[in-house]
């Protein structure tokens, strides 16, 4: 863009230094604004990505504006005009440069709670992870419970059994002796051998033998039952 100097201190120049004080009006009004959202944000306000772009495209327009204005100070023939656009020029620059440095600080600040959610969310969910995890170690300690439970009521109706059973042989047992020594009486009395007597007593000692050995197998049994549902 073509630039003309006029009066010494420069039509055009003018031109642009108002242009840039507009700008900086603008910029620093929506610095304001964006530390107010800020702040209400923290307190459950909504912040405005678009005004903080918009902030920053402003300022990178008036550092823009500088750089064409410090070409055309330059350009003034009178040094006092030259030296009085230079601090001009230069005083916006410095604002521009503050402006930057707030805009650059809220975008830090923006950032680092952007990054405290994140971490904040991740803890969360690492928590409830482990909530669960220890939900599902109560919920299979239930179980084993209830598993321990119905094994025991198992072995205690397999014990109420096997008390009956034996039961039933012990009653068994004694109708049999009452049965051989009834016999015997009646084998005393019709005189028959001793041999005979002698056979008798071996017969119920195999009986007995046989009815131990049942029983035995019968607890055996309960144990491998037991043992197997358990």
Not at 93 to 118: H, P
Not at 187 to 215: A, C, P, Q
């Amino acid at each position: 863009m073509a630039m003309t100097i006029e009066g010494g201190g420069g039509g055009t120049l003018s031109a642009i230094y108002q242009s840039a004080k507009k700008l900086l009006l603008k910029a620093r009004d929506g610095i304001e604004r964006v530390e107010r959202l800020e702040s209400s944000t923290s307190n459950g306000g909504l912040d405005s990505p678009e005004l903080s772009f918009a902030v920053k495209k402003d300022i990178s327009q008036i550092q823009s504006l500088c750089a064409e204005m410090d070409r055309l100070w330059r350009s003034i023939a009178s040094k006092p005009q030259r030296d009085l656009w230079k601090r001009k020029v230069e005083q916006v620059a410095e604002e521009a440069e503050s402006l930057k440095e707030s805009l650059d600080r809220y975008f830090a600040r923006k950032q680092r709670r952007m990054k405290e959610a994140q971490e904040r969310a991740e803890l969360l969910g690492r928590a409830n992870g482990e909530s669960s995890h220890v939900l599902r170690i109560f919920d299979e300690e239930a179980q084993a419970m209830q598993s321990v439970q119905n094994s025991k009521r198992m072995l205690e109706d397999s014990l109420s059994t096997g008390s009956a059973i034996l039961t039933k042989y012990s009653e068994q047992r004694e109708r049999l002796k009452r049965a051989q020594r009834k016999a015997l009486d009646v084998l005393n009395t019709v005189g028959l051998s001793n041999s005979v007597l002698r056979l008798i007593e071996r017969r119920n000692r195999v009986d007995t033998w046989i009815k131990y050995f049942g029983m035995g197998v019968t607890i055996v049994i309960l144990y491998f039952f037991i043992s197997w549902r358990g």
